[in-house]
């Protein structure tokens, strides 16, 4: 169709035509750049100052605020504590899940059942997971804590003494990010072709050796987004999971990056302090991003 | 016959594993419905008792009292539908233009929102955001909590995905029969794209319902809080160190989501994966 024939038959002069897609991402775009880049410009701005409580005087302080983090000793430690519960939680959750991920694979009787039951914890809230395993690990209680008494003869306060405030993080942050990423391998696997599936599981002694060899392979670019995805989540949305449950305690034994970010931003009000961690989370959340978009398979096409 | 023995075997096995799997997964959300309706005598049994008996209705009745808990559930919902239409609105209209239509700078634009895609602004830009909200005067209220979540890559993504699958000779059909660019969006476009919708809202939705650590912080006042800040406030009320009242809030803060996720859950996993590996 010509293109003024097409003007002519969509109404409208071509003027209005060509502005039209601008007005569409109007309003997206109003969002993504006040309450996104704006607010990350502001940071990066507000990190080389020192800002009063209430934000009216401001002194230029270079990058004293980066240096002074750099040679904070409770920064660092958070720095280690969030490689630390973020490393162990996406490892675990990963292998874990592929496993599940496997088992539901199989066409036994019952497995819609099982699949709704394994994919629940995806419903709720990194709160509502806190809370959970804040219960179920209680001393007085808690029904894992009594099990993990009479199986392992462990007794503790989980919540309170290291290093079992970590270790009850951790159960929940696998807990609640674990059927997402058994979602994602399931689909994966429903695209590997039955036979390889079959032969790889049915067949012969060695079929976990060919599990792993074979299967997966042939999985990776899903583990790779699984494993940033993971990573996200373990890092930024699990304050939820410590605020409820140990509340970056004892002392700061379980304070990750972000809860050292809420504690200077809001609770010690010190702005240009939490500005200089507050570009750094971001930083790194762009390395993530570039990592994935560098190395993962496209996940969106543009054309 | 070896082999048809072997596979009865595996199958035994393997749906063994999966009971106990599925059970052990499920268990914490189970157990939390069970201690919500049982009396302190039975939440405090040593050892812990996991077979309910009877109901009891006194911890949520003794939620709703420690908190303002009607309230803060009100304002979850509205919060949460408030944002899922929005995200709704603005994807699908970015959704359309990049799907439909090439202009300059489509690309770059294009890029700058791809950047954005994993980053939740409330948690990895919650100290300048908060400084704007504040300047704005938007400390406890409502716009704090949604208008800056009303747009998102992921929801532009997914509607330009699906509107890409949308046959052009559509496009071309409402051309001819004079409907311009936004009723075709209207008319045609959006019913042939409900699944997508309401694939997007759920998920929409469960984020929203869900969010923690931004409604805390911009909800100074009681009567502006969330269902899911009411959790940690039942928590550290004194007087309930009561896990049948702490447990009542929390069912109360995870049914919503997890009936949503019972009643769809089909097509939650389908638009999950979607807007997800969708190449």
Known sequence: MGRSVRTALFGGSSVRRKIFPYLLLIPTYLVIILFIYMPAFDALYNSFFRVSVFGRRRIFVGLQNFLSLFTDKDYLYAVNFTLVYTGTTVVISIFLSFF??????????????????????YAVSYAVAGALWGFLLNPVVGHVNYLMRILFG??????????????????ASIWKTLPFNVIFYLAALQSVPSEVMEASIIDGANSWKRVWKIIFPLVSPITFYLVIMSIISATFQSFAIIDVMTRGGPGIYTTNLVYKLYLDG?????????????????????IVTILYFTYGQRRVHYQ | MKRSKKRIIKTIVFEIL??????????PILLAIIMSIQPPEFVFSYPPKFLPRGF??????DAFKIVPFARMIL???????????GKLFTGSL????YANFSFKGSKITFYVLFATLFIPAEIVLIVPLFRIISRLGWTNTYWAMTIPFLASATNTFLMQQHFKTIPKEFEDAARIDGATPMQYFTKVLLPLSRPIIAGAAIINFTYAWNMYLWPMIVAMEDRMKTVQVAINMIMNAES??????????????????????????DLFVKSLVGSGVKG
């Open chain 2, 18 to 27: 999966l009971i106990i799997s599925s059970l052990l997964i499920f268990a």
């Open chain 2, 94 to 97: 970015s959704g359309y233009a």
């Open chain 2, 75 to 85: 304002n979850s919902a509205l919060i949460s539908i408030f944002i899922t239409l």
């Open chain 2, 240 to 265: 309930s160190n009561n896990w049948g009242i702490i447990m009542a809030a929390t069912v109360v803060a995870l049914l919503p989501t997890l009936i949503l996720f019972f009643a769809l859950q």
């Open chain 1, 154 to 171: 462990i007794q503790t306060h989980w919540l309170t003494t290291r290093p079992f405030a970590a270790y009850s993080l951790i159960f």
């Open chain 1, 100 to 121: 599940l991920a496997l088992l539901l694979d199989q066409k036994v009787p019952g497995s819609k059942i099982y699949r709704t039951l394994i994919f629940a914890p």
């Open chain 1, 266 to 286: 809001f609770r010690f009000q010190k702005i240009g302090l939490a500005s200089a961690e507050n570009v750094i989370l971001f930083v790194m959340m762009m």
């Open chain 2, 56 to 61: 009891f209705v006194q911890n949520y009745i």
